[in-house]
């Protein structure tokens, strides 16, 4: 601005500066911020010696602590459970400190003192030299999914001894495929060594007495009309000796929603 003697002003003389990446990079940043503070997965920005410099509110939901007792520490201060040897946290930081992102499960620790299951992703970030210098780390509470799969796996385990100490031979035909599955007892009960495991419905007919098969047949036909409901007839089966063995068949059908026939199953 360049004044007259009078003092008023007489010239303005100014620039433009086009600033629109600068204001489009700006607004990306703000974006990408409050994804990562939505986000539910609990999530951590470190520097290179893994020291937290940044964390989002999921992160101290997740593991109890709070901004001001985590920034400056280093994860394991925190979390760390004891569950895990030196050699797993060694590939750990083998794989990031290489540049490519490491990704596993492990168990750690809560404020107090409950242990969590984590999917944990760690990502290295790299300047324009390509020289790291910080590491985002996402964490994901599975607790949940690990105890429901450990309780399936337990409840499967306690099955098999059943099936095992009771001498029972399980099948269970999948409609779609038109194959059954039957349990290793079904080689025992049939004195075929290689009866295989997963067949179609008709090597088992094959093994049904002519005059039990039509019998059977019928039974499964009307799978989709009593739903849940349990059948039991007694057939013959002729095994690998053309020995005739009379059997006690249970017999159990279920449907989808819309009512198709899904399985049938039975002892």
């Known amino acids: 601005v360049e004044f007259a003697d009078s003092g008023r002003p007489s010239r303005i003389i100014g620039t433009y500066l086009d600033v629109t990446e600068r204001k489009s990079r700006d607004q990306m940043l703000r974006l990408q911020a409050s994804a990562l503070e939505a986000s539910v997965n609990g999530i951590i920005i470190t520097d290179i010696d893994g020291k937290i410099e940044w964390l989002n509110p999921a992160f101290g939901a997740l593991t109890g602590y709070t901004p001001e007792e985590a920034l400056g520490k280093n994860p394991r201060e925190l979390v760390r459970s004891g569950v895990h040897d030196n050699a797993f946290y060694k590939n750990l930081w ?8 490491w990704r596993g499960f492990l168990t750690n620790r809560r404020k107090d003192n409950s242990l969590w299951g984590d999917d944990l992703t760690i990502i290295p970030v790299k300047n324009d030299a390509g020289a790291i210098t910080h590491f985002v780390a996402i964490h994901e509470d599975v607790t949940a999914r ?3 799969e450990a309780a399936l796996q337990r409840t499967q385990e306690r099955l098999q001894r059943a ?8 099948w269970e035909w999948d409609v779609a495929s038109d194959k059954v599955y039957y349990s290793p007892e079904w080689c025992t009960f049939t004195e075929d060594p290689a009866f295989s495991e997963n067949v179609t419905l008709t090597a088992w007919f094959e093994k049904i007495h002519k005059d ?4 059977l047949q019928q039974l499964l036909r009307s799978h ?6 349990t059948y039991q007839r007694e057939i013959r089966m ?15 059908h279920t449907v989808d929603d819309a009512g198709r026939p899904v399985r049938a199953m039975g002892t």
């Open 94 to 101: 083998d794989t990031v400190l290489s540049g490519k992102p």
């Open 146 to 148: 690990v105890e429901a």
């Open 163 to 170: 099936v095992l100490a009771g001498r029972i031979a399980l």
């Open 212 to 215: 039990d098969a039509p019998l």
């Open 224 to 229: 989709g009309a009593h739903p849940g409901t």
């Open 238 to 252: 002729v095994n690998a000796n053309d020995a005739i063995r009379w059997y006690l068949l249970n017999v159990i």
